[in-house]
């Protein structure tokens, strides 16, 4: 029996973060698997997934934008049908199908399974709305990876049981779920095997694996395991929450030579009383003690956080509390983002909320404080060597990173020779200059 699906090509766009990217991978998985043709030119395709995110205002308009702009192909005959998956679809089903006219199918991530039967519907002009629950999206199944071939991100859990008081994720996503250690350690077994030397591992909260199996957390045992896979080489934690780093997590991080010490915690936020009305755990003061002892424990540390400003109610005596924080610790690598009231969280009533030209202000200010702490953290590095992996070549220069870089969200090394790198290959590198957020180094000798 002849398959026809392999007369038609599929195309995706995934949008937002790495979480969704690892759910769009599975979709494409199993779309190449049943005979369809993968392909990254739109007007190749007949096909095209959207996979969107919904988590803030920018995310949401970015996705209707790109929907639109697929739709021009949609309406000039080039593409047969357009797709809307992930966050934005979960978050408002049924509306967008009735201002998208274009859109031939809505989907919610419990449908993600549903991808093939979704994509014939719509070849033969069949509208679809579905939104199974959200627990069946798949934690773990076959990905077609899109990341280059030396890197990967590795999700082991999805969903959220933080209720911070500014975030929908929780609705959109669902309770926090665990994927079980052996699926983790084999798909990092088979992407080792694949060539990935660099493992990035993800979740809505990372630190937090393990609890709903076991009643324990667990990512330090988790770790311990990820380690004996040949092949990788290094291993990167995002999404890490404070109050769920243990003493065991640090001196797993500081034993082992293939963990990267490089930590990405989300903390928000500087102030007591902002941390207080966003329903976040901890203080100002915790976070530090908390930062001095993986100092202390770790060395050459690298910390990467986030942080929001124009939170409902935030003063210009708790924006000072902020940077005078930021001052203090002296982060790494450090993203700011201004308050969007989200619908359907308890923040998007509060009273006191700030205007838009305050929260840029802000923005701003802090992003300038920080460019000033990167400036002088440069300064520092040169004439140190660091193992670098090689991520691309420009035409003129290797790209590069260290431990104190992850792909696609931090800077750089840039790397003047005339002796051929290979993409992927660890090399060591003598840093001579920077510029503005990246490094220039030469290979060390």
Same mark, same amino acid.
Request: a negative charge; glycine letters at 6%; one cysteine or more.
């Given at each position: 029996?002849?398959?026809?699906?392999?007369?038609?090509?599929?195309?995706?766009?995934?949008?937002?973060?790495?979480?969704?990217?690892?759910?769009?991978?599975?979709?494409?998985?199993?779309?190449?698997?049943?005979?369809?043709?993968?392909?990254?030119?739109?007007?190749?395709?007949?096909?095209?997934?959207?996979?969107?995110?919904?988590?803030?205002?920018?995310?949401?308009?970015?996705?209707?934008?790109?929907?639109?702009?697929?739709?021009?192909?949609?309406?000039?005959?080039?593409?047969?049908?357009?797709?809307?998956?992930?966050?934005?679809?979960?978050?408002?089903?049924?509306?967008?199908?009735?201002?998208?006219?274009?859109?031939?199918?809505?989907?919610?991530?419990?449908?993600?399974?549903?991808?093939?039967?979704?994509?014939?519907?719509?070849?033969?002009?069949?509208?679809?709305?579905?939104?199974?629950?959200?627990?069946?999206?798949?934690?773990?199944?076959?990905?077609?990876?899109?990341?280059?071939?030396?890197?990967?991100?590795?999700?082991?859990?999805?969903?959220?049981?933080?209720?911070?008081?500014?975030?929908?994720?929780?609705?959109?996503?669902?309770?926090?779920?665990?994927?079980?250690?052996?699926?983790?350690?084999?798909?990092?077994?088979?992407?080792?095997?694949?060539?990935?030397?660099?493992?990035?591992?993800?979740?809505?909260?990372?630190?937090?694996?393990?609890?709903?199996?076991?009643?324990?957390?667990?990512?330090?045992?988790?770790?311990?395991?990820?380690?004996?896979?040949?092949?990788?080489?290094?291993?990167?934690?995002?999404?890490?929450?404070?109050?769920?780093?243990?003493?065991?997590?640090?001196?797993?991080?500081?034993?082992?030579?293939?963990?990267?010490?490089?930590?990405?915690?989300?903390?928000?936020?500087?102030?007591?009383?902002?941390?207080?009305?966003?329903?976040?755990?901890?203080?100002?003061?915790?976070?530090?003690?908390?930062?001095?002892?993986?100092?202390?424990?770790?060395?050459?540390?690298?910390?990467?956080?986030?942080?929001?400003?124009?939170?409902?109610?935030?003063?210009?005596?708790?924006?000072?509390?902020?940077?005078?924080?930021?001052?203090?610790?002296?982060?790494?690598?450090?993203?700011?983002?201004?308050?969007?009231?989200?619908?359907?969280?308890?923040?998007?009533?509060?009273?006191?909320?700030?205007?838009?030209?305050?929260?840029?202000?802000?923005?701003?200010?802090?992003?300038?404080?920080?460019?000033?702490?990167?400036?002088?953290?440069? +300064?520092?590095? =040169? %004439?140190?060597?660091?193992?670098?992996? #090689?991520?691309? /070549? $420009? !035409?003129?220069?290797? *790209? @590069?990173?260290?431990?104190?870089?992850?792909?696609?969200?931090?800077?750089?090394?840039?790397?003047?020779?005339?002796? +051929?790198?290979? =993409? %992927?290959?660890?090399?060591?590198?003598? #840093?001579?200059? /920077? $510029? !503005?957020?990246?490094? *220039? @180094?030469?290979?060390?000798?």
């Amino acid at each position: 029996m002849t398959n026809t699906n392999s007369n038609y090509s599929v195309g995706m766009i995934s949008l937002g973060c790495p979480k969704n990217q690892v759910d769009g991978e599975i979709m494409l998985a199993k779309l190449k698997d049943a005979g369809f043709n993968i392909n990254s030119e739109i007007e190749e395709c007949d096909i095209m997934i959207i996979n969107t995110c919904g988590f803030i205002e920018a995310a949401k308009q970015e996705a209707i934008d790109t929907i639109l702009e697929v739709a021009e192909y949609k309406n000039a005959g080039l593409i047969t049908s357009i797709i809307v998956t992930g966050c934005l679809a979960e978050r408002y089903q049924d509306e967008i199908l009735k201002e998208m006219p274009e859109v031939d199918a809505v989907v919610g991530i419990g449908a993600n399974s549903d991808i093939v039967k979704i994509c014939q519907k719509s070849l033969i002009g069949l509208e679809t709305a579905l939104f199974p629950d959200k627990c069946f999206l798949p934690l773990d199944d076959k990905r077609l990876v899109s990341t280059p071939k030396h890197w990967s991100y590795l999700k082991i859990a999805d969903g959220c049981d933080n209720r911070c008081s500014y975030c929908a994720i929780p609705a959109i996503r669902g309770k926090f779920r665990s994927r079980q250690p052996d699926s983790i350690i084999n798909e990092a077994k088979t992407l080792a095997e694949n060539g990935v030397k660099e493992l990035i591992l993800i979740a809505q909260d990372t630190t937090r694996y393990g609890f709903d199996l076991f009643g324990e957390y667990r990512l330090d045992e988790l770790l311990k395991e990820l380690v004996k896979i040949d092949g990788i080489e290094w291993i990167r934690l995002f999404y890490c929450y404070p109050q769920r780093i243990t003493d065991s997590l640090i001196d797993v991080i500081a034993k082992e030579d293939k963990i990267c010490n490089y930590i990405d915690i989300p903390l928000q936020h500087g102030s007591e009383s902002v941390l207080k009305a966003m329903n976040r755990v901890g203080t100002a003061d915790d976070y530090k003690a908390l930062i001095d002892k993986m100092r202390a424990k770790i060395p050459d540390l690298a910390l990467r956080t986030t942080f929001m400003v124009g939170f409902p109610g935030e003063t210009n005596e708790d924006f000072e509390k902020l940077c005078s924080f930021v001052s203090d610790v002296k982060f790494d690598k450090m993203g700011c983002f201004a308050f969007s009231p989200e619908e359907d969280t308890p923040a998007f009533d509060m009273v006191n909320q700030l205007d838009e030209d305050v929260k840029k202000h802000r923005q701003e200010l802090l992003m300038d404080l920080q460019y000033t702490i990167t400036e002088n953290s440069n +300064k520092s590095r =040169i %004439g140190k060597v660091f193992k670098t992996i #090689i991520d691309e /070549y $420009n !035409g003129e220069s290797y *790209i @590069g990173r260290s431990y104190l870089d992850s792909p696609e969200i931090d800077s750089g090394i840039i790397i003047n020779t005339d002796k +051929k790198l290979n =993409i %992927g290959d660890f090399v060591n590198v003598k #840093i001579t200059d /920077y $510029n !503005g957020y990246d490094l *220039i @180094g030469v290979l060390a000798d």
